[in-house]
């Protein structure tokens, strides 16, 4: 009996072993399904964000023309601008930059893969507006510091 005891016993370890490690496998696979899913809601919250946000901008002219004229290459266009025109032209860019700094925020903390960056539009354009090059000390004060830097070395401005 003890033979037979011996080789239940190495029976049931053997069989509790393999239910251990199927139960990995099936926790392992639940976490990998539960990352895609929140990685596929970041995205689709992210890229409903960004499209309401040009829907509304492309829907008010009067602020798509405040932000030509402060964009206007020749600076004495956008010294034109009222008080209540630049706070307005700022605030649309301020806007924009928040939605990038979410998705820098989701790829660094790895909700988004990083070319996330590329695959959600073209953030970089507003590098080559000229309103971000003349405020760019009123935008970097509202941005945490990691983005800040992110922005001013990949728009190429001052530290």
Same mark, same amino acid.
């Given at each position: 009996?003890?033979?037979?005891?011996?080789?239940?016993?190495?029976? =049931?370890?053997?069989?509790? &072993?393999?239910?251990?490690?199927?139960?990995?496998?099936?926790?392992?696979?639940?976490?990998?399904?539960?990352?895609?899913?929140? $990685?596929?809601?970041?995205?689709?919250?992210?890229?409903?964000?960004?499209?309401?946000? *040009?829907?509304? %901008?492309?829907?008010?002219?009067?602020?798509?023309?405040?932000?030509? $004229? &402060?964009?206007?290459?020749?600076?004495?266009?956008?010294?034109?601008?009222?008080?209540?025109?630049? %706070?307005? =032209?700022?605030?649309?860019?301020?806007?924009?930059?928040?939605? *990038?700094?979410? #998705?820098?925020?989701?790829?660094?903390?790895?909700? #988004?893969?990083?070319?996330?960056? %590329?695959?959600?539009?073209?953030?970089?354009?507003?590098? $080559? *507006?000229?309103?971000?090059?003349?405020? *760019?000390?009123?935008?970097?004060?509202?941005?945490? %510091?990691?983005?800040?830097?992110?922005?001013?070395?990949?728009?190429?401005?001052?530290?």
């Amino acid at each position: 009996m003890s033979g037979s005891g011996t080789r239940r016993r190495a029976l =049931a370890e053997g069989a509790a &072993a393999v239910g251990v490690i199927v139960s990995l496998v099936f926790v392992g696979f639940e976490v990998r399904q539960n990352t895609v899913a929140a $990685r596929a809601q970041a995205y689709q919250e992210i890229g409903l964000t960004v499209a309401q946000f *040009w829907h509304d %901008d492309a829907s008010n002219p009067q602020l798509l023309e405040i932000l030509q $004229r &402060a964009n206007d290459p020749d600076s004495q266009v956008a010294a034109g601008l009222t008080p209540v025109e630049l %706070d307005q =032209a700022r605030s649309l860019l301020t806007a924009i930059l928040r939605l *990038w700094e979410t #998705l820098f925020l989701n790829i660094q903390i790895g909700s #988004l893969p990083a070319e996330a960056m %590329d695959q959600m539009g073209n953030w970089y354009a507003v590098c $080559r *507006w000229p309103l971000m090059a003349r405020e *760019w000390d009123f935008f970097r004060e509202q941005l945490g %510091d990691d983005f800040e830097s992110y922005v001013g070395e990949t728009c190429g401005l001052e530290p």
